[in-house]
């Protein structure tokens, strides 16, 4: 079975400022990984996936996320954020040889001027 | 195309009432899950169907929750005797070979 940690609950960050949001997985098998954004009162979409290849990956709106498989993380990362950032973002994992998908409780990003 | 809609998108029910949630993904997509999501709780698997295989029910919480998925397209999920416990956002999402899920705007239950 597989499960998802999202370390912060919620990150406050100012304008033009680089963002981390953390994510630790747990499995036993081989794994993809998933982040996605849920923007104030829309559903949520795709912001970027893990599949295999280069453990880079690079997402929607200058996002981007590093598989670190030694250290069961995958964690987002943004340069420089826009208040249109402003969401919360889940983490998810599901294993490579079904559909099911396990999300993370979410991290709140809050963008300030 | 069409996304993944969702009937209805608000649902006020009283306690011990049964609740019908009704899920139309996008045309093709051969997975279909549900999701609850809680305020500050994340999304918590419910259940998924694939294909023509057997559901995978493993997130079910209890008995009272059932879903089916009608000639492998329209799902519905039904709660019966519903608790205050329940009130949560239902979130329905369908997959193709790709893996990504696509969401629908999901049903806003609230139990009184």
């Known amino acids: 079975a597989q499960s998802v940690t999202q370390l912060d609950s919620q990150v406050p960050v100012f304008e033009e400022a680089p963002v981390e949001l953390r994510c630790n997985y747990s499995s036993s098998v081989s794994v993809y990984l998933f982040w996605y954004v849920q923007y104030p009162n829309q559903g949520l979409q795709l912001l970027l996936k893990y599949l295999s290849g280069s453990t880079l990956v690079k997402g929607i709106n200058g996002f981007e996320a590093e598989f670190n498989k030694s250290q069961t993380s995958f964690h987002l990362r943004k340069p420089s954020v826009h208040i249109s950032d402003t969401a919360e973002y889940f983490c998810a994992v599901s294993d490579t040889g079904g559909f099911k998908t396990i999300f993370g409780a979410g991290t709140r990003l809050f963008v300030k001027a | 195309g069409a996304g993944v809609s969702q009937s209805p998108s608000n649902k006020v029910t009283e306690k011990g009432k049964d609740v019908e949630l009704r899920c139309d993904p996008i045309s093709g997509h051969t997975a279909l899950y549900w999701y609850r999501q809680s305020l500050g709780q994340g999304l918590e698997f419910l259940i998924y169907?694939?294909?023509?295989?057997?559901?995978?029910k493993s997130g079910l919480p209890s008995d009272r929750f059932s879903a089916e998925r009608t000639g492998g397209s329209v799902s519905t999920l039904t709660i019966q005797r519903t608790q205050q416990e329940d009130s949560a956002v239902y979130l329905c999402?369908?997959?193709?070979?790709?893996?990504?899920?696509?969401f629908g705007p999901g049903t806003r239950l609230t139990v009184t």
């Open positions: 169907f694939q294909g023509n295989s057997a559901p995978d």
């Open positions: 999402a369908s997959s193709s070979r790709t893996i990504e899920q696509y």
